[in-house]
């Protein structure tokens, strides 16, 4: 190897290893929030429903109600990003979510818990995809899997960490009362104090963040350089799905098929996220209890879901990688039907779990490789928009309606279960025409 591929070898390790440190743990730590802020219901809900008179279906509808306006905002709020600028743009959306969560302490009802959860999540929407686009500006392609895999981690972890916490928070009830402080129920406590931080990150984001390589004064000149013509090169290089309208995309095959591959894994998640705690307590468990236990098939999918990453990045293949996990979640959710007792439980979920998060590094690396530089800002957050409202929104409701109607939460997965499957086929058959399509291209050049 000569001098000169040595030192540009150099170069990009140091360059790489800089970016990833100065962004990646601190996106890590925002997502955290972004995730517990949404899922926290979910703990909430043990003692929340009796507090405001819940049934599983109005549960399942408020919880539903987020993904709608998430839905409804998503791509415009990318699209703003693209234009502000993430600095400002992932601050704003931050500082706003955090206070719509803190005011969650105050619905007394269900309509002013539906008109809460709606607003949350147009608070929240773009958060996502506007960090997996903002990695794009900053990764070449041979470390988006695992980068975003690595990023991705905060939503197991945010269910890890945040269930023994929000549990703990619960313990709360009434207890600052006799200090003097409020007397707020230990919902109303857990909305305001995992809300808190989320405005103090948010306020962060205007010092740590920078818009694009061209402006990283934290940088040397040597690495800006490095980095901005390597992204420029591989920019340059043609997808199927290239620089179109809007309405353009919303009829592209390739968005529309990545759409609702990704609908099964967020499906996954979100009925989990949602439902698990209640799914775990009806074991007898105390709410204490349900919070640790609960934490157990997260802290398995953090794990899993980086070595997935890695390994996608190491074989240089993204279809493959995608299609097992969603099989896996699949599986694991079709197999709750079975499982008679607490362990068999947690061992089905554990599957469902590990498959919708090990497939997320691949897939967002497999999307954006596959949408140009014109088109990644909508694309990116129509995927994520459109798979939230059909994968969270829909089946959230789904599990509550069915619950309600046969007291059985596993009947109200199969559904999911069926999705998932279905989006594993998807994308294998998606990446044959993907491939064909390249080979054409290739001929014709």
């Known amino acids: 190897m000569s001098a000169t591929a040595d030192e540009t070898q150099t170069l990009e390790a140091t360059t790489m290893r800089r970016v990833i440190l100065r962004l990646v743990p601190f996106l890590m730590v925002c997502y955290f929030f972004a995730l517990l802020d949404r899922v926290n219901v979910g703990f909430a809900a043990l003692q929340m429903n009796h507090d405001l008179g819940l049934t599983p279906a109005m549960f399942g509808f408020a919880a ?41 302490a105050l619905v007394v009802g269900p309509t002013s818990l539906y ?3 709606f607003i ?64 707020l129920k230990g919902w109303q406590w857990l909305f305001v104090l995992e809300g808190l931080p989320t405005v103090i990150l948010g306020i962060a984001c205007l010092f740590v963040l920078t818009d694009k390589p061209k402006d990283a004064v934290w940088l040397a000149p040597a690495q800006r350089d490095w980095l901005v013509g390597r992204l420029a090169t591989e920019a340059a290089g043609k997808t199927p ?32 996220s949602v439902w698990q705690p209640q799914i775990i307590k009806a074991f007898g468990l105390s709410n204490l209890q349900t919070g640790f236990v609960n934490s157990v098939p997260y802290g398995i999918a953090t794990l ?10 190491c074989r240089a293949e993204r279809t493959w990688h995608t299609a097992i996990p969603l099989l896996l979640a699949g599986l694991g959710l079709a197999a709750l039907n079975l499982a008679g007792g607490l362990t068999m439980t947690i061992v089905a979920v554990s599957f469902a779990l590990v498959g919708a998060y090990a497939f997320k590094g691949p897939f967002w690396a497999l999307s954006a490789g596959w949408l140009s530089a014109g088109t990644l800002a909508a694309g990116l957050a129509g995927i994520n928009a459109i798979a939230n409202l059909i994968g969270s929104g829909l089946m959230v409701n789904i599990v509550g309606l069915v619950k309600t109607a046969t007291g059985s939460f596993a009947l109200g997965l199969l559904p999911v279960a069926l999705l998932d499957v279905a989006a594993a086929l998807c994308v294998l058959t998606i990446s044959r025409a993907h491939a064909r399509a390249v080979r054409a291209q290739a001929v014709a050049a």
């Not at 945040?162 to 313990?171: C, K, R």
């Not at 290239?242 to 996954?268: D, P």
């Not at 899993?304 to 990045?313: E, N, P, Q």
């Open 64 to 104: 539903s109600l987020f993904f709608v306006s998430y839905f409804l905002v998503e791509v415009p709020s990318n699209l703003a990003l693209q234009r502000v600028g993430a600095r400002r743009w992932i601050a704003r959306i931050m500082i706003t979510w955090g206070l719509v969560t803190m005011g969650m």
């Open 241 to 272: 799905v290239g620089h179109i309208s809007l309405w353009g995309l919303a009829r592209n095959k390739y968005f529309l098929t990545m759409a609702l591959v990704c609908a099964g894994a967020s499906a996954t998640g979100s009925t989990l």
């Open 115 to 117: 008109a809460m959860r």
């Open 120 to 183: 949350l999540g147009a608070a929240e929407a773009g958060f996502f995809p506007g960090a997996i686009l903002y990695l794009t500006y900053w990764l070449p392609s041979r470390y988006r899997a695992r980068v975003m895999a690595t990023f991705t981690v905060s939503i197991p972890l945010a269910t890890f960490l945040g269930s023994p916490l929000s549990v703990t928070l619960l313990e709360l009830d009434g207890l600052l009362g006799l200090l003097g402080l409020l007397g």
């Open 304 to 313: 899993l879901m980086i070595l997935w990453g890695r390994h996608s990045d």
